[in-house]
Nanobody
Framework: QVQLVESGGGLVQAGGSLRLSCAAS????????VGWFRQAPGKEREFVAA???????YYADFVKGRFTISRDNAKNTLYLQMSSLKPEDTALYYC?????????????????WGQGTQVTVSS
């Protein structure tokens, strides 16, 4: 069992940057595939980025070149560095953990979820 707590969201102007963090409890964080998803009002939850236990990285096309996912297993923490933010990036951002080997971009592959952190980008 792992519990996830996101932080780092906020209000930023278009073109700005934010760094999201996701602190995980438990000693087995390194054994999880982890990812970031987001959900805007009235829209479905969508994949943003994932990092596998092997270190493999995956990004949604709309964030490639702007967002960077990373993890620090020693600190049990997942990060999402976001730059060149756009108003359409406004959403509630969630981190999630998959203890198995599900499809990285499918929300239903992930068993554990945080409560989310709000990112709002003003134009």
């Amino acid at each position: 069992q792992v519990q996830l707590v996101e932080s780092g969201g906020g209000l930023v102007q278009a073109g700005g940057s934010l760094r999201l963090s996701c602190a995980a409890s438990g000693r087995t964080f390194s054994s999880y595939n982890v990812g970031w998803f987001r959900q805007a009002p009235g829209k479905e939850r969508e994949f943003v980025a994932a990092i596998r236990r092997s270190g493999g990285l995956y990004y949604a096309d709309f964030v490639k070149g702007r967002f960077t996912i990373s993890r620090d297993n020693a600190k049990n923490t997942l990060y999402l560095q976001m730059s060149s933010l756009k108003p359409e990036d406004t959403a509630l951002y969630y981190c999630a953990a998959d203890p198995y080997s599900g499809t990285y971009y499918r929300p239903d592959s992930y068993v554990h979820w945080g409560q989310g952190t709000q990112v709002t980008v003003s134009s």
